[in-house]
Every structure is written in structure tokens, then in C-alpha cells.
């Protein structure tokens, strides 16, 4: 079972930097199968990135994602004030099971 | 547009049984794949569960294999999760999600349902 550790766990940060947040794989997994979530407080999910690196449906483009193998990242070019949330990355195995990390805070400094 | 609505949360004790319901609207229910993904207090995401559109392909996550039973009703447009033998590590708001598959550009969770917390508390 692919276990995925995010890091940090809280970032602080001021509206207008530029966050990065990490996602490791403890094995090295297909780019397709990497996805990013952003989640506020009281609200399901939302799906910002799917495949490690393409943009799902009206997510802005400050937000990106990169990376392969075993290490990815979600980067936010300028924060925006409804940016503090939690991020969670995901990744979803051939034998039809899915896995996410703990998730990362992005808190405001 | 897509809907997910979950229900059959509540306060239950230890060792009890709760029955989770999601219906779906806004789709071709028996096209897809649904799913339950829980997020005890203060934590991570954890994938639970999934069940195939015809109900043949079920998967479950190893830690609650056994215990909890996916199941759906396509002619309601529903899906169900049946828990058994609950422990306080089960706490968790329950939700159904469906994934959208981007083909080879690959795939997630685009719709959550607003979720139904299940308390397991004596």
C-alpha cells in the first residue's frame, strides 16, 4: 500500500506570497494518478488538480501542480485571502483503491 | 447538476450499526461509480469505499473490510453503507463522492456530497 506524507503540516503565510506544498510517495507512482484537493473548513473537497499537473474545471491558474516519481507539489503563486484551507494530495493505485495524504494547513501569518 | 445527498448519521454506541444513504441526481446513476470517503475530527481524508456501477466490482479499504458493507439501488438512484460493529475510531463524517475520469490525463474525486457525521460514543 503507497502511503503519501505531505509536509509541512502548517504553513504560515501572508495573502500575496507564494506557497509550495509537498506531497512524497513512500513508491514511485504514475503522474495520471495524483490528484489535490483543497478543503475549508466545514465543506467537502474541492478538486483542484488531477493527474499531478492539469487544472480541474474554474480553478484559477495561480494554481499548479507539479512533479513525478515520488515527490509532488502544489504551488499557489499569490495567495489570495479564501486560499487558507487545507490541501490534501491523492493518489489512486491499480487495484482500485485510493489514498490521501494527512493534509497540509495554509494558515494566515 | 450533480447532487449527492447523504443521510442515516447519528450518535451510536459501541459495537452498534448505522446505515448510511447517498442519493445521487443529476447524472446517469447507473453509469458510475460511487463512493464513500470519511474524515474523522480534525484529520485527514480516508478512502472507505467503492462499488461499480452494476454492483459487481466492490472495493473496500482494508482496515474496514469485514465490517462495513457497500451497497446500491439503482432503480432509487442510491447508494448505501452499512456499518457494523462501529468503534470510537470510526467518528468521521461519511461522504459519498463520485470520481470524473479524464482518461489518460487521469482522474479524482470532482464530486462530495456536504457529508452525515456518524458519532460512535457510549
Known amino acids: 500500500e503507497i502511503v503519501l506524507t505531505q509536509f509541512p503540516g502548517t504553513l504560515s503565510m501572508s495573502p500575496g506570497e507564494r506557497a509550495t506544498l509537498s506531497c512524497r510517495a513512500s513508491?514511485?507512482?504514475?503522474?495520471?494518478?495524483v490528484a489535490w484537493y483543497q478543503q475549508k473548513a466545514g465543506q467537502a473537497p474541492r478538486l483542484l488538480i488531477y493527474?499531478?499537473?492539469n487544472r480541474a474545471v474554474d480553478i484559477p491558474d495561480r494554481f499548479s501542480g507539479s512533479g513525478s516519481g515520488t515527490d509532488f507539489t502544489l504551488t499557489i503563486t499569490r495567495l489570495e485571502p479564501e486560499d487558507f484551507a487545507v490541501y490534501h494530495c491523492?493518489?489512486?493505485?491499480?487495484?482500485?483503491?485510493?489514498?490521501f495524504g494527512q493534509g497540509t494547513k495554509v494558515e494566515v501569518k | 447538476e450533480v447532487q449527492l445527498v447523504e443521510s442515516g448519521g447519528g450518535l451510536v454506541k459501541p459495537g452498534g450499526s448505522l446505515r448510511l444513504s447517498c442519493v445521487a441526481s443529476?447524472?446517469?446513476?447507473?453509469?458510475?461509480?460511487l463512493h464513500w470517503v470519511r474524515q474523522a475530527p480534525g484529520k485527514g481524508l480516508e478512502w472507505v469505499s467503492s462499488?461499480?456501477?452494476?454492483?459487481?466490482?466492490?472495493y473496500y479499504a482494508d482496515s474496514m473490510k469485514g465490517r462495513f458493507t457497500i451497497s446500491r439501488d439503482n432503480t432509487k438512484n442510491s447508494v448505501h453503507l452499512q456499518l457494523n460493529s462501529l468503534r470510537a475510531e470510526d467518528t468521521a463524517v461519511y461522504y459519498c463522492?463520485?470520481?470524473?475520469?479524464?482518461?489518460?490525463?487521469?482522474?479524482?474525486?470532482?464530486?462530495w456530497g456536504q457529508g452525515t457525521l456518524v458519532t460512535v460514543s457510549s
Open positions: 463522492a463520485r470520481v470524473e475520469d479524464y482518461g489518460d490525463y487521469g482522474t479524482g474525486f470532482y464530486y
Open positions: 443529476g447524472f446517469i446513476f447507473n453509469s458510475y461509480t
Open positions: 462499488i461499480s456501477s452494476s454492483s459487481s466490482y466492490i
Open positions: 513508491q514511485s507512482v504514475r503522474n495520471r494518478d
Open positions: 493527474g499531478a499537473s
Open positions: 491523492q493518489h489512486y493505485d491499480t487495484s482500485r483503491r485510493w489514498t
